[in-house]
């Protein structure tokens, strides 16, 4: 049985910087408006907002060809910006209910975009324990 890493991702980021606008369910306040890398499952935005894990979106982003992708979202990870590769504080959002055909045209767009520069090497990576036992 192998272990599963936790860069082993169902969807594969891109380093795109497009212009979005990520605001706070609860209270309307915008979280961010750029982002550092994107995928079908998630975006990684910065943030000077303090923002805790959990916490419901609204996503709102454009890609290519103009079209207007609007969706839910969740907080699944921050980065407090404190190790030296970090580009500052971020969020890592979890899309919620994207539908199947945006999804599709998203990855069709995204095809041509390189991945982001990996920060850890293999040796380094982490395991992820959770998927290592669900697998089982």
């Known amino acids: 049985m192998n272990l599963i890493h936790l860069q082993e991702r169902r969807a594969i980021r891109r380093a795109i910087q497009i212009d979005c606008q990520v605001v706070r369910e609860r209270d309307f306040k915008i979280v961010g408006e750029r982002t550092v890398d994107l995928s079908t499952d998630g975006m990684l935005v910065p943030t000077e907002l303090d923002v805790e894990p959990g916490e419901e979106l609204f996503v709102s982003f454009q890609l290519m060809f103009g079209i207007q992708v609007d969706v839910g979202g969740k907080i699944a990870r921050l980065i407090r910006g404190l190790r030296t590769d970090d580009q500052g504080p971020c969020v890592g959002v979890k899309f919620d209910g994207l539908d ?10 995204l095809r041509k975009v390189p991945p982001p ?7 380094e990576a982490r395991i992820d324990y959770a998927a290592t036992v669900l697998a089982i």
Request: net charge positive; charged share 35%; no cysteine.
């Open 100 to 109: 199947p055909v945006t999804r599709h045209i998203m990855r069709g767009s």
């Open 117 to 123: 520069l990996p920060r850890r090497s293999r040796r």
